[in-house]
């Protein structure tokens, strides 16, 4: 990878930073045709390695997607990628099960507060009906089953979109930890 310096920047970081104000300012939107390679090259005055470089480094993490044949083009699809990043950092940071709650707690609460107001009738509906089947006797795997089902369709009748995302992306490392929380909670 291309390594100089432009204004105080190694080249990848400068035409990283092209990409993302590029896709801040709203000019480059979702579904747009990237210009090529050596367009972009010659409008930043970097080689197209640099360029190649950085387009790699966004189509691994969902920004973009690279159709051969027929160009470089906007997407918005980071979820694995940013799962995969989540849940490695909480890894390396050794979060445990309450940090975890916490977190789901503050926003559940939220998506409550907001589905209060945005749910549509047939979501409440589904929601009780969930309510109404974790009542019943079942095995705990079926007990957890439900009890994720129901904390996703909460999420759901929010109809916030950030809320929804970050429910998606940690929703491994939530369902897998639901399960156990609730598992132990069954036992004693």
Same mark, same amino acid.
């Given at each position: 990878?291309?390594?100089?310096?432009?204004?105080?920047?190694?080249?990848?970081?400068?035409?990283?930073?092209?990409?993302?104000?590029?896709?801040?300012?709203?000019?480059?939107? $979702?579904?747009?045709? $990237?210009?090529?390679?050596? @367009?972009?090259?010659?409008?930043?005055?970097?080689?197209?390695?640099?360029?190649?470089?950085?387009?790699?480094?966004?189509?691994?993490?969902?920004?973009? @997607?690279?159709?051969?044949?027929?160009?470089?083009?906007?997407?918005?699809?980071?979820?694995?990628?940013?799962?995969?990043?989540?849940?490695?950092?909480?890894?390396?940071?050794?979060?445990?099960?309450?940090?975890?709650?916490?977190?789901?707690?503050?926003?559940?609460?939220?998506?409550?507060?907001?589905?209060?107001?945005?749910?549509?009738?047939?979501?409440?509906?589904?929601?009780?009906?969930?309510?109404?089947?974790?009542?019943?006797?079942?095995?705990?795997?079926?007990?957890?089953?439900?009890?994720? @089902?129901?904390?996703?369709?909460?999420?759901?009748?929010?109809?916030?979109?950030?809320?929804?995302?970050?429910?998606?992306?940690?929703?491994?490392?939530?369902?897998?930890?639901?399960?156990?929380?609730?598992?132990?909670?069954?036992?004693?």
């Amino acid at each position: 990878m291309d390594h100089i310096k432009l204004n105080g920047k190694k080249t990848y970081e400068y035409v990283f930073n092209y990409f993302s104000e590029q896709i801040l300012s709203g000019a480059l939107k $979702i579904n747009d045709k $990237i210009p090529t390679e050596r @367009e972009i090259a010659e409008k930043l005055g970097v080689s197209r390695n640099s360029i190649r470089e950085v387009m790699h480094m966004l189509e691994i993490t969902g920004l973009i @997607e690279c159709m051969q044949g027929s160009g470089n083009y906007v997407r918005c699809d980071p979820m694995e990628y940013m799962m995969k990043s989540v849940n490695m950092v909480m890894a390396l940071m050794q979060i445990d099960y309450a940090e975890v709650l916490n977190i789901r707690i503050g926003y559940e609460y939220a998506a409550v507060r907001q589905a209060i107001h945005q749910a549509q009738p047939e979501e409440i509906e589904e929601l009780h009906r969930i309510l109404l089947k974790m009542d019943q006797p079942m095995s705990s795997k079926e007990s957890a089953k439900l009890d994720v @089902e129901f904390h996703h369709k909460l999420v759901s009748a929010s109809h916030n979109r950030l809320l929804i995302l970050y429910n998606s992306m940690l929703y491994n490392l939530m369902d897998q930890f639901i399960e156990n929380f609730r598992t132990k909670i069954l036992m004693n």
